[in-house]
């Protein structure tokens, strides 16, 4: 007996047989896609530069002598910038800065915050092939700067910054905010979010490394071209570690190690021995 709609309207009174519930369609989680990715990029990295100006402007406030003129305000500034404690404060200002924006852009998609940005530990091969590779990197580069007879203009100025940070009593502070604040921040933005939304798009994975790369070394603009060739490619390295193990926490780990690395340096600098 071949099913008709009488029959199956009179199945669906059969408690035996109840009616089929058709669930409704389920739409995929979607990242944000390239364009709204760039969008939403560039109002994080304005958050994040106020955010990071806040501690200056708090000190200029409190700034107590006058400010009168044009001349006078940029000495202030100049002065209040340069102190290890505001550096410090600007740094981890920079965290809750990026994180607010990038909270409410996540939301506009289906996927959860921890999924996005890869907040996930991965295994301690992976760890210890991020640190082989960073080692390497750095090591090149190194050995590239002294063949090259290249002088890194930046380092005086954090071996000042650290001997400030000593009279000051704020080592600690200026610890904290190079090796966990500014990492945390600077890969929550570049290979957490950039890398996501953009991995998703007409870039693919190597697009979206090169530019998220590329996005970060444009926030390391205090140092010179051959300094910004080293980020450029330690970026590259950590956009396809986190490619590799899906996991944002590695590169923040690798991130930190590295500033450890040269906050040690600058310190056996700052100290007399370079």
């Known amino acids: 007996m071949t099913d008709t709609p009488q029959a199956s309207a009179l199945d ?3 408690p035996a047989h109840p009616p089929q519930q058709v669930a409704p369609a389920q739409h995929q989680p979607r990242t944000l896609g390239f364009w709204r990715t760039l969008l939403w990029g ?5 958050v994040f530069f106020i955010g990071q100006l806040t501690p200056i402007g708090y000190f200029l406030l409190r700034h107590e002598g006058p400010i009168d003129s044009l001349a006078q305000f940029e000495v202030a500034m100049i002065q209040i910038a340069s102190r290890s404690l505001t550096v410090s ?3 981890i200002m920079g965290v809750p800065a990026i994180l607010i924006p990038i909270y409410f852009a996540i939301r506009h998609t289906r996927m959860s915050f921890v999924d996005y940005l890869g907040l996930r530990w991965t295994s301690w091969k992976n760890f210890a092939f991020g640190v082989i590779g960073m080692v390497v990197i750095l090591g090149c580069w190194e050995l590239a700067t002294q063949l090259a007879g ?3 203009k930046s380092s005086s100025f954090m071996v000042d910054l650290l ?3 000593r009279g000051d009593g704020v080592v ?5 905010a190079f090796c966990v ?3 945390v921040s600077e890969e929550l933005m570049a290979r957490g979010f950039l890398y996501r939304g953009w991995s998703d798009s007409f870039l693919r994975v190597p697009g979206a490394i090169l530019l998220s790369s590329a996005v970060w070394t444009v926030l390391h603009l205090q140092y010179d071209w051959f300094a910004l060739l080293n980020v450029f490619s330690l970026g590259v390295w950590f956009g ?3 490619y590799r193990t899906h996991s944002l926490y590695l590169t923040m780990v690798l991130h930190g190690l590295n500033n450890l690395a040269a906050t040690i340096q600058t310190m056996w600098l700052a100290s007399g021995h370079g």
Not at 42 to 46: F, T
Not at 172 to 176: D, Q
């Open 12 to 14: 669906s009174l059969d």
């Open 42 to 46: 560039l109002l994080i990295i304005v």
């Open 89 to 91: 404060l600007s740094a």
């Open 150 to 152: 290249h002088e890194e």
């Open 163 to 165: 001997k400030t940070a």
């Open 172 to 176: 600690w502070l200026l610890v904290i």
């Open 181 to 183: 604040a500014a990492p």
């Open 240 to 242: 396809y570690l986190r």
